[in-house]
């Protein structure tokens, strides 16, 4: 399989880090703290970037990494930085051919630094790039919600791999998509899926395991003819897409059933096993410009499953800009079948503005 070795090692690599993630959503004090955009960032985020970086530059150490998270305020908040470390040293893989795959264990507080200010690359349409997003859905980590651990490798502008571990989904590919919503934060049985996906051969889901990798089973996107039938999801956060937009969207096309809302690429994950159809993004501002790591592993995984991704005016996401989609507005994913009818209505709503 071509990709098959920076696959395992993707899958493996975000597989430890939702050790961490888990530990860190089960814990009161997450250690938040506000970055300059003012968005919350935890001891997990910290923790899965330094992990995930690890293990790439353990198996790849040529390649270079876009991702979400810097160390600055560790370097600077010794109680903080203890606290990952100790949190970093406790994420090993239960299964030890499966933990030196990946590299083991991270040697010093100096390294663990260093691996999270590896993620610095400035993107493009050049060489092979990682993007990662440790926890995507912060702010749903934070409630309690769904979240993602985001990983896709990017070759030429192009994502090969992508990986998406979401602690919280239930394992069943057919749970239906409002059970995928809400997490019990005190039972995790049934909950945790690994999905993934490689350019030309398809997306796959498996249960998330503390050990080696379970046997993954291929995902495809429902086959839906009749858009009125649609189950479509957004974000929970109303300041990261327009709901108001994407209401009108919904109702343009005859859909009845209300949206789904979820944090995370936990969305596209969703609509690639078939629990839902349409994914809406529309953007809230002008001046926002999406970011590689929140959609490259997503985008892949959805496509992978036979679906279809866009932005607003029809192109195809390009990974190929650097760190962001300057090329692209809002999101539009959906199966073959209802894409153009769905992109049709996105542009009657947003012409009318
Ligand atoms: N104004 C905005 N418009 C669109 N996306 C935004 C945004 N502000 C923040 N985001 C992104 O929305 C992501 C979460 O998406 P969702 O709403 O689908 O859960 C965040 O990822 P992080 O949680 O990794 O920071 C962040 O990058
Ligand atoms: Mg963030
Ligand atoms: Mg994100
Ligand atoms: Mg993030």
């Given at each position: 399989m071509a990709y098959g070795n920076e696959l395992t090692v993707a899958l493996l690599a975000v597989q430890r880090a939702t050790l961490l993630t888990k530990r860190v959503f089960h814990e009161?004090?997450?250690g938040t703290v506000s970055k300059d955009d003012k968005s919350p960032v935890t001891l997990g985020d910290f923790g899965a970037q330094a992990l995930i970086i690890s293990a790439i530059k353990r198996n790849f150490p040529n390649d270079e990494v876009v991702g979400e998270e810097e160390a600055s305020v560790l370097r600077a908040n010794n109680t903080l930085r203890e606290q990952i470390w100790d949190l970093v040293q406790g994420?090993?893989?239960?299964n030890s051919d499966a933990e030196d795959k990946i590299?083991?264990?991270?040697?010093?507080v100096e390294d663990l630094l260093d691996a999270i200010d590896h993620g610095t690359s400035a993107g493009g349409p050049k060489g092979r790039i990682w993007a990662l997003?440790?926890?995507?859905?912060t702010k749903g980590f934070l409630r309690g919600g769904q979240y993602a651990v985001c990983l896709a490798l990017i070759v030429d502008g192009d994502v090969k791999v992508g990986v998406l571990g979401c602690p919280?989904?239930?394992?069943?590919?057919?749970?239906?998509l409002d059970e995928n919503?809400?997490?019990?934060?005190t039972d995790e049985t049934g909950k945790g899926v690994l999905f993934s996906a490689v350019r030309g051969e398809g997306a796959t889901s498996r249960p998330l395991s503390r050990g080696a990798l379970q046997q993954s089973q291929p995902i495809r996107m429902k086959d839906l003819t009749?858009?009125?039938q649609a189950t479509f999801c957004e974000s929970v956060e109303a300041g990261h897409s327009s709901h108001g937009d994407q209401a009108e969207i919904a109702k343009l096309l005859g859909i009845t059933k209300s949206s789904v809302r979820m944090d995370s690429q936990a969305k596209y994950a969703s609509i690639a096993r078939g629990a839902g159809d349409i994914y809406l993004r529309l953007p809230v501002s002008k001046s926002y410009v999406e970011k590689i790591w929140d959609h490259a592993a997503g985008d892949l995984i959805v496509r992978e499953a036979g679906g279809e991704v866009t932005d607003a005016t029809g192109k195809s996401l390009d990974?190929?800009?650097?760190?962001?989609?300057?090329?692209n507005k809002g999101v539009v994913a959906a199966s073959k079948g209802v894409h153009a009818q769905v992109l049709e209505a996105v542009k009657t709503v947003l012409e009318s503005k």
């Open positions: 009161k004090a997450k994420a090993r893989l239960e590299g083991g264990p991270i040697q010093s997003d440790p926890i995507d859905g919280n989904l239930p394992v069943d590919d057919s749970a239906p919503v809400s997490s019990d934060q009749d858009v009125t990974f190929s800009r650097g760190r962001t989609l300057s090329e």
